[in-house]
């Protein structure tokens, strides 16, 4: 485990010296984390309004049910924008292995790195928690700060109930993960084929589209995150991230990178 | 013939059906430098990365400083250093960060990585840019610095592909030296370039590779097959009159005359030249110079490679 160490060390001083890619990658987290925030602030200084009544959200989303105009408002505004957080594991992975993953290929210096002792397994190993990690903590850390502004922020524990409910607590905590895994491995698979970072972060766009999904489907009250759907949504996202490792090991073999990759 | 360093037998690697090598069978004793000659595309690289245990061969079998391919890789590529065709560096990582990283990796602890990464970057002389971002580099700076990478480990085996290539003249000249010392340490270097003057310069052995192993002596041996030795004399007016009396003389191979200029192929030119200087002033001969007849690498080099070609185009034609 002492070369993934290493690895990974060199990985987060690459991190640190290279401010764009800092901005790049925290930036829009907290922009995310604000954006509700401030979105909320705002509605518990409008005007109130009476109690609403719409039969087709609540019917699907109980927690909204008896709200008054304000509540509902600020209940409705920050369960679909919490759903954004779950673009953070895809984010902060994706633009950390574009230049981690990529940029060693495109700075042709995978072959050196494979040319000494180190295993290809160490080296993946590496090169996912140098993305996965800051992913995580930077996602749990930042839904933590959600929690407690929402707390502050909100009209009533009903809105706070509403918002941060078990099934959105369930997807940040186990989701987040498995996201930021499915999307490490997209990245391995892309840099067989790509040679900018910046193409690779591109098409590693493609994986926001279930995320806009799930948002589409809250917005429309098709969907709502209660603990039943968290967990399969969790299971799903179990098993693709799984086939997707499995797929970035294959891929990431010595022999392939050196003569597959192009 | 000493312990041998790198040995092969029947090495081959097809890329989609086309041979890169094909039944490579060399043998490279311990503490000799090897060039390793042949055109853009002969397969050598495909040759480096089998024998650094970054690709497997798909027949035959070699050992590499001990270890035999596909054994104990691990171990193998422990023994062994390269330099790859680019330089390959993190930009953004200082020269010490860069080769720390490296030392790292070679299980260096953190002293001995330290002590290390000084060394060579003070041989190197980079010492004085240590903690610059190597993106800053010069091209020269850089090829520096991953030399220094390939070494930091201490190997027994070192392979350099192309060196020296875009360096400045005293950047070469550094590089070359440095050779020069690893080969004195005793360490065998596997020198692939395209300068056919570094080569002369350094190698002990020369292997001229195009998919096979086309030809394997030394500099000189390959002279000597090709072209034979001989002696150049000037005179002071038209050669052509003595060229019957030089080729009367029992050991002369031939003899040949171009202005005022004599070339004699010879089999002993240090033993017979005095006999054939003797005799060409004897019958009046106006000698001005002696010199040995002396062909380039790159002259043999292009004349191998030529001599591979046509033969293969009679085998085409012959099918």
Request: with cysteine; aromatic share 6%.
């Amino acid at each position: 485990m002492r070369r993934v160490w290493v690895i990974l060390q060199k990985e987060w001083l690459e991190l640190r010296q290279d401010r764009l890619i800092l901005i790049g990658t925290f930036g829009p987290a907290i922009m995310l984390t604000l954006l509700p925030l401030l979105g909320m602030w705002a509605v518990r200084h409008a005007p109130d309004s009476p109690p609403q009544d719409d039969s087709t959200l609540a019917a699907a989303n109980p927690a909204l049910l008896g709200l008054t105009g304000r509540e509902f408002g600020q209940a409705i505004l920050g369960q679909q924008l919490s759903v954004l957080f779950f673009l953070l594991p895809l984010i902060i992975p994706s633009v950390i292995a574009a230049y981690s993953v990529v940029g060693e290929k495109a700075g042709r210096t995978l072959e050196p790195l494979l040319a000494t002792p180190l295993r290809t397994w160490q080296l993946l190993l590496g090169k996912t928690l140098a993305a996965l990690l800051p992913a995580v903590a930077v996602t749990w850390t930042l839904g933590g700060i959600f929690v407690l502004g929402v707390r502050s922020i909100a009209i009533s524990p009903r809105v706070t109930d509403a918002i941060v409910s078990p099934g959105w607590v369930i997807i940040l905590t186990l989701c987040t993960p498995l996201l930021a895994l499915v999307t490490i491995a997209l990245m391995v698979a892309i840099s067989a084929r790509v040679n900018d970072p910046r193409t690779a972060q591109q098409v590693s766009g493609v994986l926001v589209l279930p995320i806009v999904t799930v948002v589409a489907g809250q917005v429309s009250g098709r969907l709502v995150l209660n603990p039943p759907a968290a967990l399969g949504i969790t299971a799903i996202l179990a098993l693709l991230a799984a086939l997707a490792l499995w797929a970035a090991t294959r891929l990431f073999g010595r022999e392939v990178v050196l003569t597959r990759w192009r | 013939m000493g312990p041998l360093a790198i040995e092969t037998i029947g090495l081959t690697r097809h890329f989609a059906g086309r041979a890169a090598v094909d039944d490579l069978t060399l043998t490279i004793p311990a503490g000799k430098v090897f060039g390793f000659l042949g055109p853009n595309g002969a397969g050598k690289t495909t040759t480096v990365r089998m024998l650094t245990a970054l690709i497997a061969p798909l027949g035959g079998t070699a050992c590499v400083a001990g270890y035999r391919l596909g054994e104990n890789d691990e171990a193998l590529r422990r023994a062994v250093g390269i330099l790859t065709e680019t330089p390959g560096l993190y930009d953004r990582l200082s020269a010490r960060q860069n080769l720390t990283f490296f030392a790292q990796l070679y299980d260096l602890d953190s002293r001995k990585a330290a002590m290390q990464t000084e060394r060579y970057l003070r041989t190197l002389e980079l010492w004085g840019r240590r903690d610059d971002p190597v993106g800053g580099f010069s091209r020269g700076m850089r090829q520096k610095l991953a030399i220094a990478r390939a070494l930091l480990h201490e190997p027994e085996v070192v392979f350099l592909d192309e060196p020296t290539v875009g360096l400045d003249p005293e950047a070469s000249k550094i590089v070359r030296d440095f050779v020069r010392e690893l080969r004195a340490e005793g360490r065998t270097i596997f020198l692939t370039t395209h300068n056919l003057a570094d080569a002369d310069e350094l190698c002990d052995l020369i292997g001229i590779f195009q998919g096979r192993l086309l030809h394997l002596d030394t500099p000189a041996g390959l002279r000597a097959e090709l072209f034979g030795e001989g002696t150049r004399i000037t005179l002071a007016g038209d050669a052509a009159p003595w060229v019957p009396t030089t080729e009367a003389l029992s050991f002369v191979r031939s003899a040949a005359a171009t202005g005022d200029l004599l070339t004699v192929a010879l089999d002993a030119p240090d033993d017979q030249n005095p006999t054939l200087v003797a005799a060409l002033v004897a019958t009046g001969a106006p000698v001005r110079y002696v010199t040995p007849q002396e062909h380039t690498l790159e002259e043999v080099y292009l004349q191998l490679l030529g001599n591979a070609r046509e033969t293969r185009q009679l085998v085409g034609a012959g099918r």
